[in-house]
């Protein structure tokens, strides 16, 4: 019989295991793969944690403080970032590791339960290099953990009727240092007044001061990735600067914009500003009835 207890709950997986394994050949690809995922077992046993699979390149472990996750998160991203062995074409191979507190049921040594879902969901959510973490979490970190946290997002999960609020761990000296400290935790979106809204495929994706940039392209590593023919690996990037929105095209067939008045703009290694509302097309003129168009939104 299972038994319910509440639990912090880490997901982990390598990005971009496909290009790994084209690049380096199967055999150095799964070293390099299983050294990864000895890291991340290390890290969670050092810091009371308890792996309870291993999949491929992915990781799911549970530990009793929120505290210990991020503890044990840290220390995956700091011991496979700065690995002399672990590179790919000269770039360090990157993990992304989402984490949520809740209750659980453990059960021959697995847990099952919503909170899992929820955990794994914010890795999803996460980009290479990135931890991501739920309300929950943050509501249980010690004054420490709490300090390096920022929310970047609010987004409807796949399954779940109501908001998440999704929060990044600054986990790099560089990054805490560059936070805002006037901006308060859950205050966020009351004060963010410029942000810019992308809609695809019943996603949701905000670009804010909070979270400053979006990668899109067909490669797993990017924040959005939408796949076709003439879609680049890291097809273009949509930033916050200055006070304004910037389409910044890094394709080889360049990116389409319509906006809502039906002016047509076209760029290719170069930068648009996005303004009022639109359709973004990648490789072609964006298209209402194509399932690859993009939509956006500014709000000011």
Not at 162 to 175: A, C, G, I, M, R
Not at 182 to 208: C, N, P
Request: proline residues 3%; contains cysteine; aromatic residues 4%.
């Amino acid at each position: 019989m299972g038994k319910d207890i509440e639990l912090a709950i880490l997901f982990a997986d390598v990005v971009g295991s496909t290009h790994i394994y084209e690049v380096m050949g199967d055999a150095r690809a799964r070293d390099m793969i299983l050294m990864c995922v000895e890291i991340m077992r290390s890290a969670t046993e050092l810091h009371e944690g308890t792996v309870i699979k291993t999949i491929g390149d992915e990781i799911m472990a549970t530990f009793p403080t929120a505290d210990e996750a991020l503890n044990a998160a840290s220390q995956m991203q700091h011991e496979i970032r700065s690995h002399a062995e672990l590179k790919v074409d000269g770039q360090p191979i990157a993990i992304r590791i989402g984490c949520h507190y809740g209750p659980v049921v453990l059960e021959n040594r697995d847990i099952f339960g919503a909170a899992v879902h929820t955990a794994n969901r914010m890795t999803s959510q996460a980009k290479a290099g990135q931890i991501m973490i739920s309300g929950a979490m943050v509501d249980r970190l010690a004054p420490e953990w709490r300090s390096s946290v920022r929310q970047i997002d609010v987004t409807m999960l796949k399954g779940k009727s109501n908001e998440e609020e999704l929060y990044e761990v600054l986990w790099q000296k560089e990054d805490a240092t560059s936070m805002l400290p006037s901006l308060a935790l859950g205050g966020m979106r009351d004060k963010q007044k410029l942000r810019l809204r992308l809609h695809y495929q019943g996603v949701e994706l905000i670009v804010t001061d909070g979270r400053p940039s979006i990668n899109i392209g067909r490669a797993e590593e990017n924040d959005l990735v939408i796949k076709g023919n003439l879609i680049s690996r890291l097809h273009a990037r949509i930033e916050c600067s200055r006070n304004k929105f910037l389409l910044i095209d890094q394709s080889t067939n360049g990116t389409f914009v319509l906006s809502h008045g039906g002016e047509e703009s076209f760029v290719r290694r170069d930068s648009l500003q996005l303004k009022g509302e639109g359709m973004i097309g990648f490789g072609k003129t964006p298209d209402a009835s194509s399932p690859q168009h993009l939509r956006y939104v500014c709000e000011e």
